[in-house]
């Protein structure tokens, strides 16, 4: 299987792992060579405050290297207008920006985020394309109607709250992230809704990956795994007729290639066409781009044609 990145992308040397599966979620580890010198969006980037609503400034207070914001990252905190980001962006060490285009995503709570006692999440991917549009237009309450559009399609009340799932469906949510296993040196992942393909996230390095781990698996693409619609039961597999460990060692390997032949037709039926890549910003040799598609949206980080950074979700999942 090959990544499903914009055409002159380099992805040379990264391949896929074996498929993991929790109901409707079915994640494919990816990995390949670390791009040394960017820094981890836990440890090495923090919410520094809020402006005013829908403004937003994230420092990167460290030495480590240059921040590439992760794409749609929010912050929650109690007692506090939670935000989310439309794009992403370089900070240079020791530096702080502001995003004048950031979004509320709780529609009438006030008070504003601060450094103390902040956890961050990305967009579920169903709003993801809403967000991406929206990028450069300063208006705090942007992304409501599509928050409320959101959860009345999940039979909650149709307002502009978002932790009406990512908080309250936390405890659901956040089991995707002990059923899914991040493996040692991955730096990446497919990530497919029932046998949709829905996102592909790539990290510069493991240590990255490790630290968007959470909020990619449980709140980006788990709200719309848990929301699925259930389909007829799955078939019980029938025990392995075998009567030697070697034997089911093989037949183990059978089952996991058939797990793995499927999720590869999965993507070859995908109906992504990522299109072009329009540059938004640079940073020394880094380019962060945005990908133009009626079917595909994200951003994409490169050196040259070398992959470095990706966050790319389906338009409709």
Known sequence: MNLPVPAGVDTTGYRLGPPQRAGALTMVPVFGPAYPGVAPPRSGLKLSRVVTYGQVELTNPGDTGVAIVPLHVGYIQDSAQNHALCRSAFIAAGQTLRFDDACCVQES??????ERDQWFFILPVELR???LRLRGTSQYSKLWGDIAGFNARHGLPARGHLEQVLTRKRAVLTQYQSRLELLDGQLGALFFVGDRLAGLEIAPDPGYFAEVWMALVCFAYGP?????APG???PVDAAFDVDSLDGLRTALAARRRSVADEVADWLARAAWQPGDLVEEERYLDLRLSTVVSDTVGGQVVTDGPRLVYASLFAATV
């Open 232 to 234: 007829p039961p799955a």
């Open 129 to 131: 394309a809403a967000a």
């Open 109 to 114: 709570q006030g008070g504003y985020l601060s």
């Open 224 to 228: 719309a795994a848990w929301f699925a």
